[in-house]
């Protein structure tokens, strides 16, 4: 399989920072202080078999994205389950697959609470989702040209894309040590994560901590991700002895003043300022019991 190389460098304009990046379950605790975090559920679907599979690649490119966004699809899920989807006079075989991550609040400011005029102030320490960028760590690598390319066509964006900058893809494969690095850290959290997704699964089916059933989240599907409290989800860690004792308080803290910090923000927008007293109301309440 071949392909035209690819140069990329980030210029640091701060433009691809409009919103607080997604995060794996695992580096919730480390952005409690940077974040106001919320369990993000999605379904993700893919046709059972290749012959079903659409893609705007060539055939054999097609057929490696379609295999490689299995075993990605698989690898970061909670769960999957088959559906049959009627495509005009046939029902086609699809799987669903659930995805727990965790999703920063969006303050309506338009732009990552981290972001410092176009600087990212916690660049050293940035989440996976940020180290891979402008591939994100769950794409498959066969699309890899296809993607960078559609990134670093948006107006705004000054990526430098000249032969100056480092060689990040080449035949179709991921070559830079830093992005390579990044997806290969980001597979090693979702496996450490899938006792902890196999708990909020559990809870979940039964209706426990407030959280949607399975099901729920897929009639959702369409319409896009819902997200739910933190608070079931750190309370089933802790159950399962994932975290250490004590790091509920640890992490309900951290975010009751993040969030009292960030009620003080003068651009943050009417329906976030709501969500967030009443965040900050039940995660008060959780810290007197
Ligand atoms: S954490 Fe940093 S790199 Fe990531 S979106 Fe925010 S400002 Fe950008
Ligand atoms: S749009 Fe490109 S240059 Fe600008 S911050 Fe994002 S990756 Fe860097």
């Not at 999605?42 to 966004?69: H, K, M, N, Q, V």
């Not at 099901?215 to 994932?242: D, F, N, Y």
Request: net charge neutral; aromatic share 6%.
């Amino acid at each position: 399989m071949t392909g035209p190389d690819r140069h990329f460098a980030c210029t640091q304009c701060g433009a691809c920072c409009n919103r607080a990046p997604e995060l794996e379950l695992g580096e919730a605790a480390d952005f409690a202080e940077t974040f106001v975090l919320r369990l993000m559920l999605r379904i993700y679907s893919l046709p059972r078999a290749l012959g079903d599979f659409t893609s705007d690649l060539p055939r054999e490119e097609a057929s490696a994205e379609f295999y490689e966004s299995k075993r990605l699809l698989g690898q970061f899920a909670a769960t999957s389950w088959p559906v049959k989807v009627q495509r005009g006079t046939k029902a086609v075989e699809y799987i669903q697959y659930l995805s727990l991550s965790v999703l920063p609040l969006d303050l309506g400011t338009g732009s990552c609470p981290a972001l410092s005029l176009t600087n990212c102030s916690i660049y050293e320490a940035r989440p996976l989702s940020c180290r891979s960028v402008p591939l994100h760590y769950s794409r498959p690598e066969a699309a890899a040209t296809r993607d960078l390319d559609r990134f670093t066509a948006t107006p705004t964006f000054a990526c430098n894309t000249g032969l100056d900058a480092p060689l990040v893809i080449s035949s179709q494969r991921v070559v830079e040590p830093a992005m390579l690095a990044a997806r290969a850290a980001a597979a090693t959290q979702a496996q450490a994560d899938q006792g902890w997704k196999a708990g909020i699964v559990k809870a979940m089916k039964a209706g426990q901590h407030g959280l949607p059933k399975p099901r729920e989240v897929e009639a959702q599907a369409a319409q896009g991700a819902l997200t739910a409290s933190m608070l079931g989800a750190w309370h089933i860690a802790e159950a399962a002895g994932l975290i250490e004792p004590g790091s509920v308080q640890s992490f309900l803290s951290a975010q009751a003043c993040l969030i009292e910090r960030e009620l003080e923000r003068p651009t943050l927008g009417r329906d976030a300022a709501q969500t967030l007293r009443e965040m900050h109301r039940k995660y008060q309440a959780a810290l007197a019991i």
